[in-house]
């Protein structure tokens, strides 16, 4: 009986460690607007121009009420407030495709894009 109880508790930590290893991890990705002109939207520093499929989360740095932050493409449609200036975040899958962000009122020349494939 000594020896079930062991070996049932090693059972339970094999099941947990293989659950936590099957639990995907999530990219962060960094978007910025504001406070000039300025969209971006990065991955360890550098603009994201292609992506694979999956769970991503995006910290949004909106720092201006004049602007927001908004990204469609394939089954996303995420965006912060243009009176809205703090910090959002927003938890996504994004599927092949090409995505775009812009800064709504002012798309013509803040905006940006990245496909996923």
């Known amino acids: 009986m000594n020896r079930l109880v062991p070996l049932s508790l090693i059972g339970a930590l ?3 460690a293989s659950a936590q290893a099957a639990t995907p991890t999530k990219t962060t990705l960094v978007a910025s607007v504001g406070p000039s002109a300025t969209i971006s939207l990065k ?3 550098t603009k994201v121009s292609t992506l694979k499929p999956g769970a991503y989360v995006i ?8 602007h ?3 990204l469609r493409g394939p089954g996303v449609n995420k965006a912060t407030t243009v009176p809205f200036a703090g910090n959002r975040t927003f ?11 812009v800064c709504d009122p002012h798309s ?6 990245f496909s996923v494939r």
């Open 59 to 66: 910290r949004v740095s909106d720092k201006s009420s004049f």
């Open 91 to 101: 938890r996504i899958t994004l599927r092949r495709g090409t995505y775009r962000y």
């Open 108 to 113: 013509d020349r803040m905006r940006g894009s």
């Open 68 to 70: 927001n932050f908004h």
């Open 14 to 16: 094999a099941l947990a």
């Open 43 to 45: 991955k360890g520093g």
